[in-house]
C-alpha cells in the first residue's frame, strides 16, 4: 500500500501492561502509519498477543496510552480487522463458509443482516478467493482453506487494518504461499500486522519488524534472520522458515 500521507493510525504510548503481579509489556513506544506491513516477533510469553489485545481495545494498559486513528481503540474498532490465532467452531455445528464470514459483520445491536452486510461478505470471500466453496461446510475446509476464511471475515467488516495472531501455525509450505500472496495484495488496501514465527513468510514483503519481549524494538527489516534473532533472544525464542530449510534457534 502507498504511504502518501504518512498518517500515523496506530500509536502507543509508554504503555504498560500486568497479568497481576507480572509486568507482560513495559514502557512500549511505537507508531504504525497508513500502509505499514508490520511483522512482530519474539519468544512464548514475550507480550506479543497482548499487545495486538491493547490495540484492540480487548485489553486496557496500566499505564500510558493506546490509540487507533487518534482516539481510543474501542471508539474506532471499525477500523481494525482481527484474525486470531485459534478459532474454535463446534464440529458437529452446521455452518457455511458464507455464514461463517458474515458473522464478520456482528454488530452489538440484534436483528437481521442487512443487504450492505451480505454485500461486504460476498465482497471479503471474492478477495480471499473462497466464492466457489461460500455454500460449503466450514468444517469440511483444509487447514488453509479455514485460514482464509477467518481472514475473510476480518475483511466483511471494511477494516483498514489488519490484525493477525499466527496466521502460518499448522499450515504447509503450499498454504503459507497462498497466505503470503493474498496479504501482499491486501497490503496494497490495508495496513497489516502480523505476528508471526515463520520470518520467511514475511521476510520479502514487510517493511517494518517489532521484535517484543516486555519491551519493543524495532530493527531492519532487511535484517530478519535467525542471525538477529539468536543476537536478541538467544535460546528464548524459535524461528522456523516454510520457504527453505533454516537452522532453528531452538529445537
Same mark, same amino acid.
Given at each position: ?28 513506544? !511505537? ?6 506491513? =508490520?511483522? &512482530?516477533?519474539?519468544?512464548?510469553? %514475550?507480550?506479543?498477543?497482548? $499487545? *495486538? ?87 469440511? !475446509? ?6 482464509? =476464511?477467518? &481472514?475473510?471475515?476480518?475483511?466483511? %467488516?471494511?477494516?483498514?487494518? $489488519? *490484525? ?88
Amino acid at each position: 500500500m502507498e504511504n502518501e500521507t504518512a498518517t500515523n493510525v496506530v500509536e502507543v504510548e509508554h504503555a504498560v501492561f500486568r497479568y497481576s503481579n507480572y509486568t507482560v509489556l513495559d514502557d512500549v513506544s !511505537l507508531t504504525i502509519q497508513a500502509g505499514d506491513m =508490520v511483522s &512482530i516477533i519474539g519468544p512464548n510469553g %514475550g507480550g506479543k498477543t497482548t $499487545l *495486538l489485545k491493547l490495540m484492540l481495545g480487548l485489553l486496557e494498559p496500566v499505564s500510558g496510552k493506546v490509540k487507533v486513528y487518534g482516539g481510543s481503540p474501542r471508539k474506532n474498532m471499525g477500523y481494525l480487522g482481527y484474525v486470531p490465532q485459534y478459532s474454535r467452531f463446534d464440529e458437529q455445528f452446521p455452518i457455511t463458509v458464507y455464514e461463517v464470514v458474515l458473522t464478520g459483520r456482528l454488530e452489538k445491536r440484534a436483528g437481521f443482516y442487512s443487504k450492505e452486510d451480505r454485500q461486504a461478505a460476498a465482497e471479503a470471500l471474492e478477495t480471499a478467493g473462497l466464492s466457489d466453496v461460500s455454500d460449503r461446510s466450514f468444517q469440511a !475446509l483444509s487447514g488453509g482453506q479455514r485460514q482464509r =476464511v477467518l &481472514i475473510a471475515r476480518a475483511l466483511a %467488516g471494511r477494516p483498514s487494518i $489488519l *490484525l493477525l495472531d499466527e496466521p502460518t501455525s499448522n499450515v504447509d509450505a503450499a498454504v503459507g504461499s497462498m497466505l503470503h500472496e493474498l496479504l501482499e495484495e491486501l497490503n496494497k488496501t490495508h495496513t497489516i500486522l502480523l505476528v508471526t514465527h515463520d520470518v520467511g513468510f514475511v521476510d520479502d514483503i514487510t517493511n517494518r519488524v517489532f521484535c517484543v519481549n516486555n519491551h519493543v524494538h524495532e530493527h531492519p527489516a532487511d535484517k530478519l534472520d535467525a542471525s538477529l534473532i539468536s543476537a536478541a533472544y538467544g535460546n528464548q525464542m524459535r524461528m522456523v522458515r516454510h520457504d527453505i530449510n533454516l537452522e532453528k534457534s531452538q529445537q
